[in-house]
Each structure stands twice: as C-alpha cells, then as structure tokens.
C-alpha cells in the first residue's frame, strides 16, 4: 500500500498528473508546480469558505493559514466581491 492510497485527494492529482502527462504527447512540461497548485487551491479556497459561511476569519483557521494570506489568495483568485 503507498501512502496516496489512503489520500483520496492526493490520488485524485496523481490521476490528473498522470493524465496530463499523457496527453503531451511528446510536449515538454513546464511550471507543473504552479499548475497543480493554480488548480488545487481555488477550490480549495471556494469550498472551504463556503464551510466558513464565508467567514474569512474561521476559514483562514480551517486552513492553518493567517487571515491576511487568505485575503491575498481570495484576491489572487478572483473571489472576493
């Protein structure tokens, strides 16, 4: 047993992962890091607040992040009003 077998989000990028790289075909890869993080942290971001009820305070405590830090991503992601 790996370690991302019992990691249901931690499967789930290493499936897209391995998709993505499939479908290069013969294409280099470049900025995956910045790619899988663009992509994982938004919903991140949406389904946590959500959570919050759109407490920014509560949230940035769910996500072990400091309150100024999620306002500078929500920004970064376009989520704030």
């Keep these: 047993m790996t ?3 019992d990691n249901p989000i931690a ?3 290493g499936r897209a992962l391995e998709s993505y790289f499939q479908k290069l075909d ?3 890869p ?8 663009k992509s ?3 919903p991140m971001l949406e389904v946590v607040l959500k959570q919050a009820a759109g407490n920014q305070t509560l949230a940035a405590e769910i996500l072990g992040i400091n309150r100024n830090t999620l306002r500078k991503k929500l920004l970064d992601h376009k989520l704030l009003a």
């Design 40 to 42: 994982v942290e938004r």
């Design 3 to 5: 370690q991302n077998e």
């Design 26 to 28: 013969g294409e280099k």
């Design 11 to 13: 499967l789930c990028v």
């Design 30 to 37: 470049t900025a995956v890091y910045e790619m899988v993080i």
